[in-house]
DNA sequence: TATGAATGAGACTTCATTCAT
DNA sequence: CATGAATGAAGTCTCATTCAT
């Protein structure tokens, strides 16, 4: 882990993705099921090829590394959150001049959630090893902080000059939003990955009625 | 892991807990460095052992096995924090008749927040290894839930009761209210542990404020 | 290794050897490089693949086997070291009626020094695998013994009849020899192959003086 | 390899010589014989647990590593070989006023020959692994040489001065003188270590023989 | 002819656990 | 109680070799 530079693994690993084999596709699918369910430390190799079904050796010719598969499954995850985030959502959202900070928060969530909807076992595993790996939260965190935070903040001034949100610092503000998202997501899509039938537009309009208004009555 | 009932688990580990040994104490002392340093699997007996200095045999002899001399480190802890929570926090609060929910949360916070600053190392075990492995999160997590959400859907409807909180069903508010507080611990203890000289006072008064009136201005 | 006789196999090898691709080329130059640097043993055929600039299965579409691919290297070396020896240089020296024994020992080092030095590689490779291979060693130890020995038995009993050598038997007199020039190419070729800046004939008139007179004084 | 300082290995290697227990000193037995016979890189640990009835793991419990192996086998021998002769056997030889050069180097290679005799398989991994890694080679040659060769060259200008040996540099004696007695020790021990019945005396009677008079006759 | 994906045997190593002392 | 040597199953990884394309 820690191959110095994240964002350069990022682009190494991108510029390795030549053709994928049947084999090597395979191989990631069952990765990704299996670290998410098991955890990394607790799902060895010789248990991947067999549920894949290809020689353990297959997944060293592709992966070189155990460390390597992990980042080959997390590093487009991450790669595509994040930006994708940043430019489409954030840009989009705040160049089309969408209303209020609730019509932003509600795009932005239902945009997250479908997101991670559809990648949820590879959000699991990020969630697992970002709390589990020194190194992974080490090489990861910064990265991401800087990545959505700087976003967020400008979203945050610009709402708040407009007079729609209250007047903290917007440090202070992400601090309260931050958490809650992201516990609404670990909670939602990791600790409990079954129940997922809620119903998904009451459940965002719960959050952001809460993340507005608070609990206090009137 | 999974010994069947946890609940069975921690009686008879509260069972075992006789005298402890000068080694034992060490042991166990050592254990919750290194799993919460390094996580539970990547953490080996013997990395223990020659830590606590102590023979590796003497593990075994006390702990049988390394799955029970993690449940030796992480029961204690849950005992306390449920039924302590449950009992001291809850039943004081309640009966002290202290006012509004502001102080009812303020209470609440503060305490838990000592408390797991106290056993921050076990914290990070426990959230760690919850969310890592499948079976301590099956014995867990209802655990937890059932202990917990029962003393908080309590004080909840109390509060809606004197008209404090805004009307929408309990469940919705834990499902609002948990998240937060729950992943600003672990931001807080877990992802950022080493970043700890927040001002505690006014870090609590800004969660309460906005679990209170959100966002919105005015 | 030791398919059989080495004979079999010199002869076989010469078969083979119609034409050669550009590809078996780079190969056999970059299986010679290797081997001599990092050993037989060391070096995986991926890693000559790579080096060479050439599928894995080009190496063994052409040369069967790594052990193959290393006799290929060898014999060649083998074929010319001996019977060139035996032919070219004893015969020439013995027929030209060249001199003293001093005069036929110049002649005969400066022909080696050039034959090895042209090699450089190979010889580092026969010598380190010579040592390190039970098999090698078996089949090629007599080989050279049988032919090299054979030739400079005859040499020295001509100068013994000559009375230009001591009266000592011939077997003994190798036995003193044979070391001292091969101690003295592997030291300069194999354990030193850097330091390859010497005064060359200078060196070879010391070996020579040393050889004839010893060290004793007057 | 190349643990940085081969002394400091060597130093530190003699520290953790704590009690030897019966399966260690089988395995290292088990070893030596096998890396003489195959070479260090054609011995597997597995098949040195089995030929020494032992478990595998039992290897590692006490080497840690296969290379840790090989220098548990080679390093006393190194330390036993250099400061032993320059102590033991130029102290005594040079203080007790041995009479002429012949004895000093009957001496010498009297005892030598007995050392290695009695330690004939370390002798031959110690050679074939100078010869085959690089990283040994570049630790142990210059330790080598540095204490063997100052002392020689001590006593080759004392027997200068005495007029006994010929006027010719040090450094040039040495050249010859090494590598004769060395490709002596490694045609005698480790390229024929089957031919090891020879008449020991009459051996280093003609080695002496040919070394202080070399081949001319008269 | 050349390729390179795929293989599986086997290499080195780790580790929880047992047991004689 | 405590020790630490011993174990062997299992883990990660390497590599010569095969084979369909």
Do not use: W
């Amino acid at each position: 882990m820690s191959k110095g530079n994240l964002l350069d693994a990022i682009i190494a690993q991108t510029k390795l993705t030549k053709k994928q084999t049947d084999k090597q596709q395979k191989i990631v699918e069952t990765a990704i099921k299996l670290f998410a369910e098991k955890g990394y430390a607790n799902t060895s190799t010789s248990e991947i090829a067999k549920a894949a079904m290809v020689a353990e050796g297959t997944i060293f010719r592709h992966y070189g590394t155990k460390d390597n598969l992990l980042l080959s499954v997390i590093l487009p995850f991450i790669k595509d959150s994040i930006p994708t985030m940043a430019e489409e959502v954030f840009g989009e959202i705040m160049s089309k001049n969408i209303g209020c900070f609730e019509d932003f928060l509600r795009a932005l969530l239902t945009n997250r959630i479908h997101f991670i909807n559809e990648n949820r076992e590879i959000f699991q595993i990020v969630v697992k090893e970002l709390l589990y790996s020194d190194e992974l939260r080490k090489d990861l965190l910064p990265f991401f902080t800087k990545n959505i935070l700087h976003q967020i903040s400008k979203v945050i001034n610009l709402y708040k000059k407009r007079g729609e949100l209250i007047d903290i610092p917007s440090s202070t503000i992400q601090r309260m939003i931050f958490p809650l998202i992201g516990g609404y997501f670990v909670s939602r899509f990791v600790l409990q990955p079954d129940n997922l039938d809620l119903d998904e537009e009451a459940e965002i309009g719960n959050l952001i009625r809460f993340i507005m208004d608070g609990l206090r009555k009137e």
